[in-house]
């Protein structure tokens, strides 16, 4: 089954700790995002990578690391999380490398982290 | 820059009425495309249609209908006889050919009862 996949689906962590959210797709496509979600501002990308070992900023990059060693994943590290990071974060996939505007983006199920 | 405006911020309805769902958007780009999204109480993310700004032709599907207007810079979509399965956050997506992603909406909450 063509899917993008998350994990961890939920995360309770503390200030300051660092940790990984993985994101998988099995489609061979070329474009990954990451955007993060918050109630009354609807979806923003936080990175995006058009190909391997090609990444870029979004418009909330600030406190977030990623990296696309291969095509099929693309991790999203937070490597010193605080409370305004808490949100429910998407990653998703489209099939060319410049279709991140053009073409439908494919969601993976969501990661809802909680950062105290 | 781009822009997305939902400005229905939540909507409720009774099950077999008729309800719009309004979306404008603001670009300088003279190609770009429109999304719309559905994300039910589960969560994720489902594709509902793209239209490109070539294509000014309504589309239906089901009971699901776009109409996008290149005047007034709106593609709305209207759910005929809502059920409540149509209870969802719906997000109206806008991308172009030199951006690198969506630029969504703030969504529409569409609460559908019995």
């Known amino acids: 089954e063509a899917q993008v996949t998350q994990n961890p689906r939920y995360l309770i962590t503390v200030t300051g700790k660092k940790l990984t959210v993985t994101c998988s797709q099995n489609?061979?496509?070329?474009?990954m995002s990451w955007y993060r979600q918050d109630p009354g501002l609807g979806l923003r990308q936080i990175y995006y990578?058009?190909?391997?070992?090609?990444?870029d900023k979004g418009d909330v990059p600030e406190g977030y690391k990623v990296s696309r060693k291969e095509k099929r994943n693309f991790p999203l590290i937070l490597e010193s999380p605080s409370p305004n990071q808490t949100s429910l974060y998407f990653c998703?996939?489209?099939?060319?490398?410049?279709?991140?505007?053009?073409?439908?983006?494919?969601f993976g199920p969501g990661t809802r982290l909680t950062v105290t | 820059a781009q822009k997305v405006t939902q400005a229905q911020t939540e909507i409720s309805v009774v099950e077999k009425e008729d309800v719009t769902l309004d979306c404008v958007y603001e670009?300088?780009?003279?190609?770009?495309?429109l999304f719309w999204y559905k994300q039910p109480p589960s969560g994720e993310l489902v594709f509902l249609i793209r239209?490109?700004?070539?294509?000014?032709q309504n589309e239906i599907s089901g009971r699901y209908s776009w109409n996008f207007q290149k005047s007034t810079s709106s593609f709305n979509f209207t759910i005929t006889a809502s059920q409540v399965v149509d209870s969802a956050v719906y997000f109206c997506?806008?991308?172009?050919?030199?951006?690198?992603?969506?630029?969504f909406g703030t969504g529409t909450r569409l609460q559908v009862t019995l």
């Open positions: 489609m061979n496509h070329e474009y």
């Open positions: 670009t300088r780009d003279t190609t770009y495309y």
């Open positions: 997506a806008l991308g172009t050919g030199t951006a690198s992603k969506l630029t």
């Open positions: 990578s058009m190909n391997v070992e090609v990444t």
């Open positions: 239209r490109n700004s070539f294509d000014e």
């Open positions: 998703a996939s489209s099939p060319m490398a410049g279709g991140g505007g053009s073409y439908e983006q494919y």
